[in-house]
């Protein structure tokens, strides 16, 4: 499962689909599991209303949680040793996201990934890097 | 966030990796993930997010007896001063790193203290003044040993961020 230093170069990439069409009804089971209830996630007469969006939109962590699928997938579980991202975009219900990890660099046991999730107008959601061991 | 007792608990790990839509048995299947290398269950990589269900005061879930100021017959159960945040209560989510010191495995009890970082003001295009800060939380297995170190990033809005 994990990843050999010895098959990896600089530019490597790993892509997948993190979900299509995006339901509300998972970002109502994020909120269950997660534990974070803020109504802009699953209340659309509040979210219209009060907050003054459209429509409901993700948790950044639904989607930090979705990529680090697409990272554990790459590099094997329990491999990785840094995971941080900003989230340059919101994520509607609705949206497709693709997610990719490209080598950065392959020092000491280690690799330097950069990490970036796109939604289906291409539009970068989440940006940010991990490190993982590698054999 | 200051969480006293935080369980890893296998119910939890597999609720929350079916959210992220992650079906690896490595979280689902005890006699699946004994034969891995990492020897037992173990959490997700965002998964100490979900401690917030075990801060007796996070104020992002409904509590008995309090006020909630989601929707019910009207827009929202509380009148709130109109504080800006862009993200209905307490702002938005700018930022999130970890760093792991190893991975939680299912039995583990950690606990969470968390410590504010730095505070810091931006002219947003879309949404007005930004102000951002930072807090950093560490959490320790029941060894008092360092498991996960975990900054988040909050950003305050002036208005909802434009959608244009």
Same mark, same amino acid.
Request: proline content about 4%; hydrophobic content about 35%; overall charge negative.
């Given at each position: 499962m994990a990843l050999k230093a010895a098959n990896l170069k600089v530019g490597d990439k790993h892509t997948e689909? *993190?979900?299509e069409d995006l339901k509300r009804t998972q970002i109502v089971q994020y909120a269950g599991a997660s534990g974070d209830y803020n109504p802009v996630h699953t209340d659309e007469l509040f979210t219209k209303e009060v907050a003054g969006y459209p429509t409901v939109f993700a948790h950044g962590m639904l989607t930090m949680?979705?990529?680090?699928r697409m990272l554990t997938n790459y590099v094997g579980d329990g491999r990785l040793t840094e995971y941080g991202v900003r989230f340059t975009s919101q994520v509607w219900p609705g949206d497709t996201l693709d997610s990719t990890a490209t080598v950065a660099a392959i020092h000491d046991g280690l690799v330097d *990934?950069?990490?970036s999730t796109v939604n289906q107008d291409g539009v970068e959601v989440l940006k940010g890097s991990a490190q993982a061991r590698v054999d | 966030m200051a969480v006293g007792k935080f369980p890893v608990e296998a119910g939890h790990v597999m609720m929350f990796a079916r959210s992220v839509g992650d079906d690896n048995q490595i979280y689902y299947d005890a006699d699946y993930a004994a034969a891995t290398e990492c020897g037992g269950v173990v959490a #997700? #990589?965002?998964?100490?997010? @979900?401690? @917030?269900?075990?801060d007796p005061d996070y104020f992002l879930r409904p509590k008995v007896g309090e006020p909630w100021f989601g929707s019910g017959?009207? #827009?929202?159960?509380?009148?709130? +001063?109109?504080?800006?945040?862009?993200g209905g209560g307490g702002?938005? =989510?700018a930022e999130q790193r970890y760093?792991? =010191?190893r991975h939680p495995k299912v039995g583990d009890l950690l606990t969470a203290t968390t410590k504010p970082g730095k505070t810091w003001e931006k002219e947003g295009?879309?949404?007005?003044?930004?102000?951002?800060? +930072?807090?950093v939380t560490e959490y320790r297995d029941q060894n008092g040993e360092l498991v996960v170190t975990a900054t988040g990033v909050g950003v305050r809005t002036e208005r909802p961020v434009d959608q244009g």
């Amino acid at each position: 499962m994990a990843l050999k230093a010895a098959n990896l170069k600089v530019g490597d990439k790993h892509t997948e689909r *993190l979900v299509e069409d995006l339901k509300r009804t998972q970002i109502v089971q994020y909120a269950g599991a997660s534990g974070d209830y803020n109504p802009v996630h699953t209340d659309e007469l509040f979210t219209k209303e009060v907050a003054g969006y459209p429509t409901v939109f993700a948790h950044g962590m639904l989607t930090m949680g979705m990529t680090g699928r697409m990272l554990t997938n790459y590099v094997g579980d329990g491999r990785l040793t840094e995971y941080g991202v900003r989230f340059t975009s919101q994520v509607w219900p609705g949206d497709t996201l693709d997610s990719t990890a490209t080598v950065a660099a392959i020092h000491d046991g280690l690799v330097d *990934l950069e990490v970036s999730t796109v939604n289906q107008d291409g539009v970068e959601v989440l940006k940010g890097s991990a490190q993982a061991r590698v054999d | 966030m200051a969480v006293g007792k935080f369980p890893v608990e296998a119910g939890h790990v597999m609720m929350f990796a079916r959210s992220v839509g992650d079906d690896n048995q490595i979280y689902y299947d005890a006699d699946y993930a004994a034969a891995t290398e990492c020897g037992g269950v173990v959490a #997700p #990589p965002t998964f100490v997010q @979900a401690s @917030a269900q075990f801060d007796p005061d996070y104020f992002l879930r409904p509590k008995v007896g309090e006020p909630w100021f989601g929707s019910g017959g009207s #827009p929202t159960g509380v009148k709130r +001063e109109s504080s800006g945040g862009g993200g209905g209560g307490g702002g938005l =989510h700018a930022e999130q790193r970890y760093v792991y =010191h190893r991975h939680p495995k299912v039995g583990d009890l950690l606990t969470a203290t968390t410590k504010p970082g730095k505070t810091w003001e931006k002219e947003g295009r879309r949404s007005g003044k930004l102000v951002f800060s +930072e807090t950093v939380t560490e959490y320790r297995d029941q060894n008092g040993e360092l498991v996960v170190t975990a900054t988040g990033v909050g950003v305050r809005t002036e208005r909802p961020v434009d959608q244009g």
